[in-house]
């Protein structure tokens, strides 16, 4: 009898353990995860504040996802005695570490005027925004695209660039590719320097980077470098046991890949099921945005449709050709997309199609082929309904 219950105690305890070790790794993934903001708010953090007063705050503020894992991530980092006061900024998507870091380091305030540039797919865009006092919210005073020599450039951003206060960021969008993100740097009179070769493809952390005038180009890549290898290594050791990929290296092949089939947040477990499926099958990914890439090596956008000779090519990155993974990433993923890649949904899905003719209504999945055939026979209706307008 008190054998039974030894062991019966025992298995409680070590399932108290499994529940606990799951909880505190939930809870290290939601502190380190993409943060909740839409646009960068403007944090006041008053002599005397606490770190308890200042995460209930951010909560309210929709900064934060949860107070409580944000003060206990603190309290972890032994953070919570540093925190400092002042103005500062919090951008958008800003996880909880990071948030942590920004209102612990001290320095000089960094609330006031901001100039972005945005790099995203085939674009570059500038943005001079400025704090509104009564919302703490930034507003937006200009935006033009520095490439394009056939406008005035605004008066306010050569206004703001005369003052010492101004910070300058650049915002990363996923899925861009590392001749992209060159190429636009190399249009930004902020840095200085050059970049001698175009990084590896996918080895750039998409993500908010803080500079100063005339900061290294060769510099800011590092750090993208340094951030997606950080981001990276802590995935691939967090990964699911079971999925088909051999190294860190195959993870962010296949996120490239994911990051190009969807935009949407919600969807990328799925997406990455699907493809996660195909692989332990032997099937072949059949995906388009490799074929893209074969063809325009992450040179901008293709610009028309795939001909039907190039999905019949033998190249490298033709998924429909070759078995497997292509030789490289494709883009550069985030962190979200790179996290869904080792740890897939856990579903029956092989085969997804667009939902409608908006890339941002997301796509209908199928786990048989008769089901998709039904859906792409949807789409199709749409397509027509459409060139009939």
């Known amino acids: 009898m008190w054998r039974n219950i030894a062991s019966n105690f025992l298995t409680f305890l070590v399932l108290i353990v499994f529940l606990l070790g799951g909880v505190i790794l939930w809870g290290q993934n939601e502190y380190a995860a993409q943060g909740p903001l839409d646009e960068a708010i403007c944090l006041q953090v008053p002599r005397g504040a606490t770190m308890r007063g200042i995460s209930n705050r951010l909560e309210q503020q929709g900064a934060v996802s949860s107070g409580m894992i944000f003060r206990l991530g603190t309290e972890y980092g032994d953070k919570t005695e540093a925190l400092k006061a002042g103005s500062w900024l919090i951008p958008e ?20 005027t901001e100039v972005v540039y945005r790099i995203g797919i085939n674009s570059l865009t500038v943005e001079v925004r400025e704090l509104d006092p009564s919302t703490n919210r930034f507003v937006e005073r200009a935006e033009f695209n520095p490439r394009d020599s056939d406008i005035e450039v605004p008066a306010i951003f050569e206004q703001v660039r005369e003052r010492a206060d101004t910070r300058y960021r650049i915002a990363m ?20 320097g050059d970049i001698e070769d175009v990084p590896p493809e996918g080895s750039l952390a998409p993500d908010s980077y803080e500079i100063t005038a005339d900061d290294s180009r060769a510099n800011l890549i590092a750090r993208m470098r340094s951030a997606q290898d950080a981001i990276l290594a802590a995935a691939w050791e967090g990964r699911a046991d079971d999925i088909p990929l051999n190294d860190p290296y195959e993870a962010l092949i296949l996120a490239s ?14 997406v990455a099921s699907v493809f996660t499926n195909r692989l332990r099958r032997g099937m072949r990914l059949q995906t388009d945005p490799t074929v893209i890439y ?21 190249t490298p990155y033709n998924t429909y050709v070759i078995d497997g993974l292509p030789p490289t990433p494709i883009a550069n993923p985030g962190r979200a ?10 579903t029956d899905l092989i085969f997804f199609v667009a939902k409608s003719l908006d890339p941002g209504d997301g796509h209908l999945f199928a786990e048989t082929l008769q089901e998709h055939n039904d859906n792409v026979a949807a789409y199709r ?5 459409r060139a009939n307008q």
């Open 337 to 346: 997309t790179i996290e869904a890649a080792v740890n897939p949904l856990d």
């Open 93 to 112: 998507g800003a996880s909880m570490r990071e948030v942590t870091d920004i209102v612990t380091r001290g320095g000089a305030s960094t609330c006031g």
């Open 173 to 192: 969008a996923e899925g861009v590719t590392s001749w992209q993100v060159v190429n636009s740097l190399r249009a930004m009179d902020v840095l200085s």
């Open 381 to 385: 209706r749409l397509e027509a309904e």
């Open 294 to 314: 074969g063809i325009t090596e992450g040179e901008g956008v293709l610009g028309r449709g795939i001909r039907r000779s190039e999905l019949r090519a033998a």
């Open 257 to 270: 890949i994911i990051e190009k089939e969807t935009g949407v947040a919600s969807e990328r477990g799925q």
